[in-house]
């Protein structure tokens, strides 16, 4: 899959997003090793906690049916700033993938490229645990 055609995914997944609250739409593209793509959006909820970002959203879609091995993801949103992904989706993407590469976009279509050390730099994985 070309980087246009995982962009343009994660784009049109912000059509699906569910934000009566924030009015903030995101969607997500997530790739695996293997060419396999989930996509995901941010679905909110009343009482805020139950909140699901567009990037766990395709993470678990993904772990559910199996796949585990991601190579990278894209993250759109409309704002001016880039899109990036917050404190958990970072934590969440490391569990599985601790070298993705993420393309976080704007509402222009801008785009910037980050390693996910330079998100999370220092982080605690799975490999502590052993």
């Not at 962009?7 to 060419?35: H, N, T, W």
């Amino acid at each position: 899959m070309t980087d246009q055609e995982l962009v343009d995914r994660a784009i049109k997944m912000q059509e699906f997003s569910y934000v009566p609250y924030s009015r903030f739409p995101v969607g997500a593209a997530l790739e695996c090793s293997d060419g396999t793509v989930f996509t995901g959006c941010n679905i909110e909820n009343a009482s805020f906690g139950p909140t699901i970002c567009a990037e766990r959203t395709a993470v678990a879609k993904a772990v559910s049916e199996g796949h585990r091995d991601f190579v990278r993801i894209v993250i759109a949103g409309r704002s001016r700033e880039l899109c990036v992904p917050c404190g958990v989706c970072r934590q969440v993407l490391r569990e599985f993938a601790p070298n993705i590469e993420i393309i976080c976009l704007n509402g222009a279509g801008e785009e910037r490229t980050f390693t996910l050390e330079e998100l999370l730099p220092h982080s605690f994985g799975p490999e502590y645990l052993q």
